[in-house]
């Protein structure tokens, strides 16, 4: 008798475990789903900002220091876009191009630029614009082509003439180097019509005005989806 009620009991034991296995795995299954389509929201409203952003470069003749970062302001990104360190501009920089384009950025207001790191790359790809400034100050300037993730990110999305997300990164703000990414979408002159392929080059892509994009850190990134 006290065998078989040993037996019931581990029975129902098992069978209460293997209950209580299959609840967790589908809440696990519902919290999953959830994430990814929290994740998918969240990067869907980061592109609309920089959709805003690639318009405004589009419809402006020139844009400062000061035109950037109001507009950059009006999106409220603190409470709009949150967990992203800022909005960008990317320009492309062909060879030879080095001395003109440090001109204009004078012109524009953009103080205390330069390009870093030297890479000797003939293709560069350095960051023209950024707000805000602050936390950012080490992205002014930065040419991407330095590091071969970045690289390859932005030329997919010239190439594919569509948003890219990087691969996992350190990201060159502040004094910790904090992993995260990059969100970057290519920009083009309004109404030109866009031609780019596998082999396409920045400087040498006809209506290509450079790439709007996003860092953020990957924690606060992937926090509170669920």
């Given amino acids: 008798l006290l065998l078989g009620c040993l037996a019931i009991t581990l029975g129902a034991f098992l069978f209460s475990s293997r209950a209580n296995e299959l609840a ?4 696990f299954g519902e919290i999953a789903e959830e994430s990814l389509q929290n994740l998918d929201a969240r990067m869907n409203t980061y592109l609309q900002g920089l959709n805003g952003v690639a318009a405004f470069l589009n419809a402006s003749d020139e844009v400062t220091e000061r035109d950037f970062a109001h507009y950059v302001e009006t ?11 800022g909005i960008g501009f990317i320009a492309p920089v062909g060879p030879g191009e080095e001395s003109a384009f440090l001109a204009e ?12 790191p030297i890479t000797g790359n003939a293709e560069r790809m350095v960051v023209k614009h950024i707000h805000p400034l602050e936390p950012n100050a080490e992205a002014l300037g930065l040419d991407l082509s330095y590091s071969e993730d970045r690289r390859q990110t932005v030329l997919s999305a010239l190439r594919s003439a569509e948003p890219r997300l990087s691969p996992r990164i350190y990201l060159v703000q502040g004094e910790e180097r904090r992993e995260g990414f990059l969100l970057l979408r290519p920009v083009f002159a309004e109404g030109q019509e866009i031609t780019v392929g596998p082999t396409s080059r920045p400087s040498q892509t006809e209506g290509f ?17 669920s």
């Fill in 75 to 85: 999106l409220e990104i603190d409470r709009l876009l949150p967990n992203i360190n």
């Fill in 24 to 27: 967790a795995e589908r809440k």
């Fill in 105 to 116: 950025v004078a012109s524009l207001g953009i103080r205390d630029f330069r390009i870093h």
């Fill in 209 to 225: 005005l450079g790439w709007v994009y996003a860092p953020f850190v990957a924690e606060a990134f992937l926090s509170d989806l």
